[in-house]
């Protein structure tokens, strides 16, 4: 079992940037695909971006691509989303999420991720 737990949200001006850090427990962290929702407020929560156990891989909603970075260090069992031309519409609760897979696979619902942070606020003033 993992346990996640974010930080790094709080309040950006629309166009600025943030990091988002997930720092994870445990050994086998390289075994574990991870990922990034979001959830604003009155909405159901969707996938912003996700990256293979080994990071060799990542996949970005459309609504993020370009714009969001996921990344992860096997060694430091961390993974961030950073995140660049932030707009008001990016305001939500960000979680991170992982899965202990043998594949390397990028997975993009809520349901293929049993492990969950508690999520942290980000909001964009305009």
Known sequence: Q????ESGGGLVQAGGSL???????????SAYA?????????KEREFA??????GGTTFYADSVKGRFTISRDNA???VWLQMNSLNP?????????????????VYTHEYDYP??????QVTVSS
């Open 89 to 105: 519409e990016d305001a939500a609760v960000y979680s991170c999420a992982a899965r202990n897979t043998r594949y390397e696979y």
């Open 115 to 120: 492990y969950w942070g508690q999520g942290t």
């Open 2 to 5: 993992v346990q996640l737990v």
């Open 49 to 54: 971006a996700a990256i293979t156990a080994s």
């Open 19 to 29: 990091r988002l850090s997930c720092a994870t427990s445990g050994r086998t962290f």
């Open 76 to 78: 430091k069992n961390t």
């Open 34 to 42: 991870m990922a990034w929702f979001r959830q604003a407020p009155g």
